[in-house]
């Protein structure tokens, strides 16, 4: 009993002086990488659109090691961009290659290119714990080359890799949306009163990311006309510039619709405001012009991602 008791006890002693041992040995356990977008780690689907910053932020407790990019575009033309950009021949998109990779780290031609973007890249990068890549910077490096349209897709897929050998790999699918576009039929650079009063003239107004906005600045020979156009302005400090707010004016709102203009909840929210007769407003511009007047319209569109299109029409009469 006496021989059971001392083995077990030796048994029990080496087994705390190992744990003990194991301790201090092997220190605090560091946390595997993050990927993150405004604080937030669930970013699979993100709307993208020029000017619109898309920081993401990596965080690598066990320093970063490698980290690279691959990507997938709706069309091989962005493809061509992208090879320019990449030095290491394997990373290139061919046959073999169909998503090509960017590494920030080893491609010593990426990294140029990065840091030519003001992205952290190269030796910046390398053992860093933290680090921010702003995609935008490399969206709209290659994007315009292909002419995206709305519904077109990028995916990123990041990887990132730290000195412990404790990786992470998300992907990431930006959606592209277009800006507001303006389409007049026919379309002219100036119109004569004249000539064009009794045409049909029409506006189309495409807002993928949603009409949010609506003005008409406007500018005339005709002090008689711009004072028309004042009177039709509910907000005091438009009347400077003579602008037109169809969205959020009550008065400008109530003013325009007269002329069969589509405005306030009518196009607020929408995404395509089609073929809107200017008729009447012409008609109105030939009765109260004189020979030698000139009307400007400057329509100002913004949508619910901030993004702003103007287009201006010249009406005169000779």
Known sequence: MKKCSLACFAFVAVLLLSACGGSKEDGPIIPAPTISLDGS?????????????????????????????SVKAPDVIYYGVLNNMIGIAENKYSSNVKEPVLDLIKDDKVAGEMTRLSIPSGA??????????????????????????????????????????????????????????????PDKAAYDLETD?????????????????????????????????????GVEANKTNHILDIVNDPVAVSGVKNFGIPTGTEIKGQTLIKDVSLLQLLSTLAATSASGSSHSFKLIISDENEREKAQTVVFSKK
């Open 41 to 69: 780690s669930n970013i699979d689907t993100q709307e993208y659109f020029e000017d619109k910053a898309v920081p993401i932020k990596i965080d690598a407790p066990g320093k970063i090691a490698s980290f690279t990019i």
């Open 197 to 233: 009063a009794d045409k049909n003239l029409k506006i189309t107004i495409d807002v993928a990311g949603k009409l949010k906005g609506a003005k008409i600045q406007v500018t005339s020979t005709n002090t008689v006309f711009l004072s028309m156009v004042d009177a039709m302005i």
């Open 124 to 185: 910046s990068l390398s053992g860093k714990t933290t680090a921010t890549v702003d995609v935008r910077k490399i969206l709209s490096s290659f994007i315009n080359s292909g002419n995206p349209e709305t519904g077109d897709e990028f995916t990123f897929t990041f990887t990132v890799s730290d000195e412990n050998e404790k990786s992470l790999k998300k992907a990431v699918t930006f959606h592209y949306t277009s800006g507001p576009l303006f389409t007049l039929n």
